[in-house]
């Protein structure tokens, strides 16, 4: 069974000494997570609320997301209905 | 020895056996780059229906006009932001997750997570984050008391930060591709070299700059090729992001986007849009033919 590859012997911390290394992966994992973190935010609000507090998730709403779903579902249908895209 | 009459029978069968990818290299590439740089030499309407041959001139025209030299000078500028950039943040982030951490996979996973992500999406994604009017980052206040350029004009339509926030843009979207390649590259090194390494008393960063450096070289090399041939052929994110802008410099008007895109002084004659094609083509193929030559002797391929 292959087993997961460790890392270096000599590279390996435990204890406390893990904790600054944590702290950077997950200051980093943020920062390259943060464009696609408030894309999603904001297709949970309403479309008026979306630059009130735009980090913070209040006003939860699925309709955003349900109307951009019918709506591509409809450019799709018209799309294949018609020989030609309609928009 | 084999005698010549033996491999003149053999002709027409190796001649069936390549057919096929001399037919497909053929049609695929050969036809359209002879089409294109014949289509240079001539002056045509937005289709290429109605052209007349103006001669090869129209190649040494196009080089020496303001608008070339202003898209090579911007594409220069973005190719030195992306591509520097963009390699040290994938080793950086490579080093990072190359250690033995519980739920280190959850990081590798977010860092090339990137690399999922289309042009489209990505610049949809920025657009969402820098535009002034719907952007996130220009609402948030203290963000637009600190910095007034990302309210007004904004960060996509200041000349001066234009093609930088693109840049960052790209630099993102190729993340997880860098991250990938130089993760690979970093667990192909034996451990060996490293503990040996280390009993000789070499620290950390020495480590890196004498083990790991020369044992990532092919990787490298081929991530700056790869990131350099992106970058001087990057389009996506600079229509979707400025359109070439913003207005009057063109300052994001890069060579891919004079060749196609929409506000491009050249996009109603196909035959100039030829020309400058052809002239992307030769410059890449220079640029990668330089690369490998000048890095590729530095290079270190362990045999």
């Not at chain 2, 990505?122 to 948030?140: C, E």
Request: proline content about 5%; glycine content about 8%.
């Amino acid at each position: 069974m292959a087993t997961e590859y460790q890392g270096l012997e000599i590279d390996r911390v435990t204890g406390w000494r893990m904790a600054p290394r944590y702290a950077l992966l997950v200051v980093v994992s943020v920062i390259v997570l943060f464009p696609v973190y408030t894309t999603v935010i904001a297709s949970l609000k309403p479309g008026d609320k979306v630059l009130d507090n735009p980090l913070v998730p209040d006003s939860f709403t699925l309709d955003v997301l349900r109307n951009a779903w019918s709506a591509a579902t409809s450019i799709a249908t018209c799309s294949t209905a018609q020989s030609s895209p309609s928009w | 020895m084999r005698d010549a009459g033996w491999q003149w029978r053999d002709l027409p069968t190796g001649l069936v056996m390549i057919a096929p990818s001399a037919l497909v290299l053929g049609a695929f590439l050969v036809y359209p780059l002879v089409k294109t740089v014949s289509l240079g030499r001539q002056r045509c309407n937005e289709s290429a229906t109605r052209c007349v041959t103006t001669g090869w001139d129209q190649y040494s025209d196009v080089w020496r006009s303001e608008e070339f030299q202003q898209a090579l000078w911007v594409t220069g500028k973005f190719t030195l932001l992306v591509v520097p950039i963009g390699l040290a943040l994938g080793i950086a982030l490579a080093m990072l997750a190359d250690r033995y951490l519980r739920g280190i996979g959850i990081f590798r996973a977010i860092f090339s997570s990137t690399v999922a992500t289309s042009v489209a999406v990505a610049s949809l994604m920025w657009f969402f984050l820098l535009q002034p009017d719907v952007g996130v980052i220009p609402n948030i206040g203290w963000v637009e008391d600190l910095f007034g350029v990302v309210k007004e004009p904004g960060l996509l339509r200041d000349a001066g930060t234009a093609l930088t926030s693109v840049a960052m843009s790209s630099v993102w979207a190729g993340l997880g591709f860098t991250f990938i390649l130089v993760t690979a590259g970093l667990q192909g090194i034996p451990a060996d070299l490293h503990e040996a390494a280390a009993i000789d008393g070499a620290g950390g960063f020495r480590r890196f700059w004498s083990v790991t450096l020369p044992m990532l070289g092919p990787t490298l090399l081929f991530v700056v090729v790869v990131l350099t041939s992106r970058a001087f052929q990057a389009y996506g994110e600079i229509d979707l992001l400025t359109d070439g802008g913003p207005d009057p410099q063109q300052s994001t008007t890069t060579v891919t986007y004079l060749v196609y895109g929409d506000s491009s002084v050249v996009r109603s004659d196909a035959g100039l849009q030829a020309t400058t094609a052809v002239w992307l083509f030769v410059i890449l193929l220079v640029l990668a033919a330089l690369q490998l030559r000048g890095f590729g002797r530095r290079v270190h391929y362990g045999d």
